[in-house]
């Protein structure tokens, strides 16, 4: 079992990268074998530390993107233009590569797999990352919470792990609720797991009770959250994870729908 | 331990700044919290300080920003590894605000509207290393980074430098705050990285 908080020393342990994967042009997954690793919490993250020959060393936060197992994880990295540690980690990582990581890191956005109350996730971009893994650890757990996502991307082509949702939509009550800020239309080919609802959105049920909703040139607004999201009265569980102009109006339209601030946990990245 | 990332060159672009260990230079101005941004209104807002016997002193945002203030530029270091240099800030320093409170106190806990917290040492919070801060960069303090005030503690990791800060509670032993029960550092030192407990 994963500790829920950082606990005793954290030493930095050899992570060796087994094998790297794009999801997108600019998001790489990296599977790290990492020997000592003690498994972690969905939502948790490491620090990697990456060290030059000649010494110079950068160390970065990352969001855990896999289930909780010992000794491995993966993580997935997206690539900031004017990034320093990004840019090797999203082109240059290789297999046999290596790197040091401390971790897991945060007790507080993490998603145990005993809570009961239904899960509700907003992601923005790449903030997908750790609700991917809470996603994934609860197929993993054999929970059977229902788990509603909304995922705002720039466009489709910026969403990271489509296939994998889409598939975990087919099998279990998963709901995914795409919002694609920059694409004002829908294509015409349509993906073949979806079907028009409406003139902006479209879904499709699986046997597994999920479906995948599409809304196209629309933010995240009071519309978009109420179609998706569990009422307040059944208290979910509810993890916003992104840029923070993001967080702040996801976490802000949330209070207003009338879901208790304590209920709400949080987590952003990249300046304001 | 010495691993080396082949290939990784990095791209030392903080050339002679000195930052503490393990922090990168970051331009923007990040946000740390753990949920919502609480509304917290100037008409109702007060900052108490409470000694250890109970004795509590108020201040309302009247009389509190009508305290001398003074305008403190400062580099910031937060846990999640990035340093910002020169932020500006105004304030009013704990010295004004602790002045004529007695107390044996060796701690603080610092109270935020939303229900965080963070234990300081009480020294660390005295001759001007402190301030309850009130604007930035020449502007009020947006709620996002902690308006309408929040504690300004630069020489420690800024999850000490509560946001929405309302009091102080001193203390005279030492309890843990929100991040510090979650496995981060009692004291958090950049220049020493305490990030974590242990460290």
Redesign the interface.
Known sequence: MARTAVSGRLSWLVATVKEARDETATARTLALDVPGWPGHLAGQHVTAKLTAEDGYAAQRDYSIASAPEPDRFEVTVQRLADGEVSPYLTGVAAPGDQLEVRGPIGGWFAWQPADPRPLLLLAGGSGIVPLMSMIRTRDQAGSQVPVRLIYSARTPADVIYQSELSERVRVSPLTVSYLYTRTARRPPPEPRDTQDTGPQASGTAGPGGGRILRRYGDRLDAAALAEVAFSPRQKPAIFVCGPSGFVESAADLLVAAGHLPGAIKTERFGPS | ?????????????DGDVELPP???L?????????????PVNTATWSFTITTETGDSTRWDWRQFTALPAQDITTDIHCV??WSKLGTRWRGVSLDTLLDGIETNAGYAMARSY??YTTNVPLPDLRDGKAWVAYEYDGKPLRP??GGPARLLVPHLYFWKSAKWVTGLDLMLRDRHGF?E????HDYGDPWREQR????
């Open positions: 331990m010495n691993v080396i990332s082949r290939g990784f060159g990095g791209r030392k672009r393990g922090q990168y970051e331009h923007g101005f990040p946000v740390l919290q753990a949920g919502p941004t609480p999640t590894q939303g229900g996002e980074h991040w029960q979650l496995g981060y974590y407990q242990g460290d």
